[in-house]
């Protein structure tokens, strides 16, 4: 099982969000030190194995989510994406995934076409 090592609280004024994104984001150069220790990566590569964000942050700066390929997305109170005009479900639809959960604590059909509807045009 994978050990998380560096989770990331994305919050904060625009200046707060940047400074995250500059030093919490991304590898610079092909070495780099981590609570003293100094680890090897990929210029580029993503620091972080968790990033925890609003839906607030992720309309604010839709382009940084959008510029990310994601592994794992998980997404809690997932009805809110059922508005197919909302700007929080056109900024999670413009989002590389390779793996999707939704989570909601709202009552629905147990219908996978309503579940498709949530993510889809449809």
């Known amino acids: 099982m994978p050990v998380l090592q560096n989770?990331?609280?994305y919050n904060g004024s625009a200046a707060d969000?940047?400074?995250?994104?500059?030093?919490?984001?991304?590898?610079?150069?092909?070495?780099s030190s981590y609570k003293g220790k100094t680890t090897r990566a990929a210029a580029g590569r993503l620091k972080f194995d968790v990033l925890l964000a609003s839906y607030e942050m992720v309309?604010?700066?839709?382009?940084?989510?959008q510029d990310i390929d994601w592994?794992?997305?998980?997404?809690?109170?997932?009805?809110?994406?059922?508005?197919?005009?909302?700007d929080?479900?056109?900024?999670?639809?413009?989002?590389t995934i390779q793996w999707l959960l939704l989570l909601t604590g709202q009552q629905s059909q147990p219908?996978?076409?309503?579940?498709t509807c949530w993510l889809t045009d449809a």
């Open 7 to 9: 989770v990331v609280l």
């Open 17 to 31: 969000r940047e400074i995250i994104r500059d030093h919490e984001f991304r590898y610079k150069s092909s070495s």
């Open 59 to 65: 309309r604010k700066d839709r382009k940084v989510f």
């Open 71 to 86: 592994e794992t997305v998980i997404i809690d109170e997932a009805h809110r994406l059922k508005n197919t005009t909302s």
């Open 88 to 95: 929080t479900r056109a900024a999670v639809a413009g989002m």
């Open 111 to 115: 219908c996978r076409l309503q579940a």
